[in-house]
């Protein structure tokens, strides 16, 4: 069992950068995946940033460049720095987790099993 929480949202305008914080707890030792997704009003969820326990990373095409993934060697921690925030980046962020397999699809929403209770980003024009 894994719990997850998040923390760092907040509003900014255009342009600006925020970054977001996800303490994990609980059998993290096991995690093979660490994940953030994000889901707008009105939107399905999506997969922004994936981790593996190798260090491996993956990003939504629309955030490569201007997002960055990054954990702690204890799965302790996870971080996701934004960039270059637009206003379609407004969205809940919910951090995710995902024990002992690998899987070919890190940015969908039904690999994980552990789920924080997302934190607010928004951004201004």
């Known amino acids: 069992q894994v719990h997850v929480a998040e923390s760092g949202g907040g509003s900014v305008q255009a342009g600006g950068s925020l970054r977001l914080s996800c303490a994990a707890s609980?059998?993290?030792?096991?995690?093979?995946?660490m994940a953030w997704f994000r889901q707008a009003p009105g939107k399905r969820r999506e997969g922004v940033a994936s981790?593996?326990?190798?260090?491996?990373?993956r990003y939504l095409e629309s955030v490569q460049g201007r997002f960055t993934i990054t954990a702690d060697n204890a799965w302790n921690a996870l971080y996701l720095q934004m960039n270059s925030l637009q206003p379609e980046a407004t969205a809940m962020y919910y951090c995710?987790?995902?024990?002992?397999?690998?899987?070919?699809?890190?940015?969908?929403?039904?690999?994980?099993?552990?789920w924080g209770r997302g934190t607010q980003v928004t951004v201004s024009s």
């Open positions: 995710a987790a995902r024990a002992r397999f690998k899987t070919p699809h890190p940015l969908a929403p039904d690999q994980y099993p552990y």
């Open positions: 981790i593996d326990s190798d260090g491996s990373t």
């Open positions: 609980g059998d993290t030792f096991s995690n093979a995946y």
